[in-house]
């Protein structure tokens, strides 16, 4: 148990639907992330969000569409999807600090999109 | 922008051999971090190198950081079936967001018992 959670574990979803991933961390840490994992492809960042605020939008498509409404929650909001992003969708967070900390990771969501 | 290579994408060997994977960065790093991936589960941190030419070793993992902090290695000694997983290196670039941290797509390990 990493202390961050993700639901739903996974999710099937079509082109037209709207859906949301949840993220929470129990850990007390004031960084946020957003990663994608697709096969054969490296880890990509895809938001950073530092005491509810963004601070990295690794342009990712406006059909993603994050939240972060506090420093132990975070949302990604999905709405007219392509095939093309289904994918493992990790969220992590990290105390950042004046060092370099590592990232908790969550289980992911897995996406699939038809 | 900031790539970070990683071999061999896959490696199979026999429980008891040795195991390496090899981390390259385009760009010099700030640091470097390991990451575990089980079949199936979620990234977990393994170690951080900061320092140049830094040698850390937990257990059976010796990792390494390049003198010009832009490679790095994971050698595993006497391989274990509890091995078996994706490795990953990833980096924070220097001088760059500390927040971004660049992954290789990983080494595969595979143990046969």
């Known amino acids: 148990e990493t202390g961050v959670t993700q639901t739903p574990r996974h999710l099937v979803m079509g082109m037209t639907n709207k859906k949301s991933l949840k993220c929470e961390q129990h850990l007390g840490h004031n960084a946020m992330y957003w990663y994608k994992q697709s096969a054969k492809k490296p880890l990509e960042l895809m938001f950073v969000?530092?005491?509810?605020?963004?601070?990295e939008n690794n342009s990712v498509p406006s059909r993603f569409s994050p939240e972060c409404p506090n420093s132990s929650h975070l949302f990604l909001h999905l709405h007219t999807l392509q095939p093309e992003d289904s994918a493992l969708y990790l969220c992590a967070s990290s105390r950042h600090g004046d060092s370099y900390n590592e990232q908790f990771f969550g289980p992911g969501t897995r996406l699939t999109v038809l | 922008g900031q790539q970070v290579m990683q071999i061999p994408q896959y490696q199979h060997v026999q429980e008891g051999e040795d195991f390496t994977t090899y981390c390259n960065s385009s760009?010099?790093?700030?640091?470097i971090q390991w990451y575990k991936q089980r079949p199936g589960g979620h990234p977990v941190f393994l170690i951080q190198l900061v320092k140049s030419g830094e040698v850390k070793k937990q257990k059976r993992l010796t990792f390494q950081f390049g003198e010009a902090k832009k490679n790095s290695s994971l050698h595993i000694t006497a391989t274990q079936t509890t091995d078996v997983g994706t490795y990953f290196c990833?980096?924070?670039?220097?001088?760059?967001?500390?927040?971004?941290?660049?992954f290789g797509k990983g080494t595969l390990l595979t143990v046969n018992p």
């Open positions: 760009t010099t790093l700030s640091n």
């Open positions: 990833a980096g924070f670039n220097s001088g760059g967001s500390n927040y971004k941290l660049t």
């Open positions: 969000y530092n005491f509810k605020e963004q601070t």
